[in-house]
């Protein structure tokens, strides 16, 4: 009877054992299928990025070649457009340049005095001629340049009329019955020094032919200052000497050049006297 307990138990337990073994083999073969069918799944989606990226390479190729084009174009063009300016960069930079530094002059100019722009009448007409020969150019027409050369133009059109309604540096002396250069010279209001006869008579040769012989009404311009394009001459000087200074000629051999420019009013030219008026340009 034992035995037979023995037996039943067993049997049980050997019976629980396979259907515990079964289950378990069901479950891996289960996981197996879902691992087979994850892994597929995997495959495919890869097989779809595959596919994908070899067609965004495609684009990406295409694009690549279209902005090498774009690029070329861009580079043609440039090109094309510094050629129309006659110019390059470099170029351009250099005459922006140029513009900012005749403006800073003329802004300098407008700056100055009434009298003091007058003096300056020679120097106002090279700046004109300067900027018409940079407004000329192909690159004035450049889009950023257009506005910096308006702006000049207009800064030179004050300029100009601001020339135009300078006072002279000068004073206007009205020759009365009696006079003559020495007792001109000598009064207060003119040098209060009879000695610089020869600085009325030079600075006015245009009115008189003959330092001894001047005549009742005539205008005759007093200056207190020497112009740009003159030299006051002092004690001690003569032609050489003058024409070796850096603000004249800066050589002593052009002194026939001095010369020549003031033979009106150089009687001999190895002889010239204090406070005569020499033109130098």
Request: proline share 4%; no cysteine.
């Amino acid at each position: 009877m034992k035995s037979k307990y023995l037996f039943i138990t067993l049997m049980v337990v050997i019976a629980v054992s396979l259907l515990g073994t079964a289950s378990l083999f069901a479950q891996e073969k289960m996981k197996y299928e879902d691992y087979l069918i994850a892994l597929q799944v995997e495959k495919d989606r890869e097989e779809a990025a595959q596919v994908k990226i070899a067609a965004l390479q495609s684009e990406i190729d295409a694009l690549r070649a279209r902005l090498a084009e774009l690029d070329k174009q861009i580079l043609q063009t440039q090109a094309d457009f510094w050629r129309a300016l006659d110019s390059s960069p470099e170029g351009y930079a250099r005459f922006i340049d140029a513009l900012n530094q005749l403006r800073a002059q003329i802004q300098g100019l407008l700056n100055l005095e009434s009298g003091e722009l007058y003096k300056r009448g020679d120097e106002v007409a090279r700046v004109e001629m300067r900027f018409e020969q940079l407004a000329g150019q192909k690159v004035a027409k450049h889009p950023d340049a257009v506005p910096i050369v308006n702006d000049i133009r207009n800064l030179l059109n004050r300029l100009k009329n601001a020339l135009a309604n300078a006072k002279p540096p000068f004073e206007v002396y009205t020759v009365v019955n009696g006079d003559y250069l020495w007792r001109i010279a000598r009064k207060p209001e003119v040098y209060n020094d009879p000695f610089q006869w020869i600085r009325i008579y030079t600075k006015n040769r245009d009115m008189i032919t003959n330092p001894d012989l001047i005549f009742p009404g005539q205008d005759f311009k007093i200056f207190h200052d020497v112009l740009e394009n003159e030299h006051l001459v002092v004690r001690g000087e003569f032609l050489s000497k003058i024409a070796g200074y850096p603000h004249v000629y800066n050589d002593p051999f052009m002194w026939t050049r001095l010369y020549e420019l003031n033979e009106d009013v150089i009687m001999d030219k190895d002889l010239i006297y204090p406070h005569m008026i020499l033109f130098i340009r």
